[in-house]
């Protein structure tokens, strides 16, 4: 099985609207496990007035669950981020340099609100990248800013961010009109990293194995391995290295499945 990574989701318990109690932490590291996942970077909420619980309670969660994975002897990676809705409070934290990067990157994944403007997105891009973080956009298929508009993608792109779609978002869970955009969005090549961005694990599982299939036969293995594994692996060592938005020549060929 090859391996994956889950660069995106919420499976830390009591600390944002993600997993409730220790057992649906639990159960959803079995499912990411059983899935081919072996590396996972948990990203709690912060949000102002929202999800504001502090990184020590986090870090003491993920102390947990870092023990069940022992006490369970898997063969998997954890790491500790948070998902950053872009606001007051983080931009204090930017500002102070304290945003918990993914990894040993400097990458930190950044929300915006359904009602955020395009100017504004392209603001915390700016300001995050001059403040040497490199801005990974959350689940950007979802933004209304953004939606229907590729050069508004690509310029994102061009002012250096690297951008982020749910697993779910591409098998259509999230209704049809988002699963347009978002296969149009992987067609372009505009995507650098697919997560589950799971919350529990009946009402938002993941789903990382079914959108791998699904990649895999839309767009191949290379173009379905660098947005699931290689990207994502990159971001977690090292901002250096060249993060590819998943173009290869057989993305061409195939744009007539997606
Ligand atoms: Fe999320």
Redesign the pocket.
Known sequence: MTKLVDL?C?ILPYVDDGALRTEESEQLLDMLYLQGVRVICA?P?LREKMFETPDEEIRAQFDELQAYAARRSYAVRLFLSR?YHCDRLTRERMEQGSLLRMGAGNTVLL?FSQRHDYDYILSWIDDARTRGYQPLV?HVERYPALEGDLDKVSALIQKGAKLQMNAGSILGHEGLRQAKWSRRLLKESMIHVVAS?CHDPVDRPPELDACQRYLRKKIGDACADALMRDNPMRILSTIDKEIIPHADNQVEAREEAL
Do not use: G, I, L, S
């Open positions: 995106h919420h990203t909420h998902e929300e959350a961005d």
